[in-house]
């Protein structure tokens, strides 16, 4: 065999290069695509909640938190934003673009205020993806020991023998507690005059002195005054009994089947979120609010863990805008 001639097997041809060349490339091409897309999250990750410190939203908000850092590998920590009914937090988190930048939606956010702003500064459908619906917060009927009424049935009857001469406070216009009254007057068919105050805290202290003969409040925050008797619970908004009150029945015992006024607090992202960083986040948050830790807090809290879909979510406040934008227009509720 001449010393210059190469077997065909060992000379591969122009097209054999290009592709062995082309591969060798896509080789090359492959590890750099897989690393133009980070692991999420990568860094710290803040979880607005617009309400002040203290309440329910408070334990919620810090129960997911903390169980999130845990599983995502990097902290999650809560910042308390208040102002303006929630508006202030809600328009900036839409905007932030940084993928690290979440919120705690509410029943006055997404279901209450798309219907008593004349213009809202964020679009609760649109702006938002919905995560997961962590909890739900039961609200519960009270009213002053001098109120003559044991239970729901026997406070309806007082009060239509009393037309307009018992009233009862909230947390303001608008406010969960506001929502759960005008509900219970509409099913009801009573009249109570309402009373708006600016915070749980101020209205309070005017329930228990005896200048408001009711009210509707998250359980957190009335739970001790029941128990040491300076509030009479007449009912529950839940859908079944708590724990912590066996021996009070829920609306729905009481004559009005179906019935059920719950606070509830769920995660949002911004609408850019992308789909793989919304998936992992879900999936854990789902987890979070059922750990140990976060079901002992919560359970103490009298709060439903739920720990849903990102579907699920929004099934949810599509219904719960459905129910509360009649009961708003009834009402004719408007923003303090």
């Known amino acids: 065999m001449p010393a210059d001639h190469v077997p065909p097997f060992l000379n591969p041809s122009r097209r054999q290069l290009l592709g062995a060349s082309g591969a060798l490339a896509l080789g090359g091409l492959l590890p750099a695509a897989a690393s133009a897309q980070p692991a999420w999250p990568a860094k710290s990750v803040r979880f607005v909640v617009p309400f002040a410190p203290g309440g329910s939203s408070e334990i919620v908000a810090r129960s997911t938190a903390a169980e999130l850092s845990k599983t995502l590998g990097q902290s999650v920590y809560v910042d308390n934003k208040p102002g303006a009914a929630g508006n202030i937090a809600m328009s900036e988190v839409a905007r932030a673009e940084d993928q690290h930048t979440l919120i705690l939606g509410h029943i006055g956010t997404l279901a209450v205020n798309p219907f008593i702003f004349d213009k809202l500064p964020y679009d609760a459908n649109k702006d938002f993806k919905p995560v997961s619906l962590l909890a ?14 044991k239970n729901l049935k026997e406070l309806i009857a007082y009060v239509k023998k009393n037309p307009g001469r018992l009233s009862y406070g909230s947390a303001g216009n608008g406010s969960a507690g506001h929502l759960a009254f005008e509900y219970l007057k509409m099913t009801a068919e009573i009249f109570m005059l309402h009373v708006p105050y600016r915070g749980t805290g101020p209205m309070m202290t005017d329930l228990l002195a005896g200048r408001l003969e009711a009210s509707a409040v998250g359980a957190a925050a009335v739970l001790p005054f029941i128990k040491s008797g300076k509030v009479r619970c007449i009912a529950t908004g839940s859908a079944k009994r708590l724990p912590h009150l066996p021996d009070v029945a829920t609306v729905a015992e009481q ?18 979120i992308s789909a793989a960083n919304l998936d992992k986040l879900a999936t854990e948050t789902a987890k979070a609010v059922k750990a140990p830790a976060s079901l002992e807090r919560l359970n103490a809290d009298a709060a439903e863990a739920i720990g849903g879909t990102p579907a699920q979510f929004a099934q949810f406040i599509a219904a719960e805008q459905e129910r509360w934008k009649k009961v708003l227009l009834r009402a004719k509720v408007k923003p303090d």
């Open 136 to 149: 739900k917060v039961p609200s519960l009927y009270v009213v002053h020991p001098d109120v003559p009424a």
């Open 255 to 272: 004559g009005f089947p179906g019935f059920e006024m719950t606070q509830w607090y769920g995660m949002l992202a911004p609408a850019n």
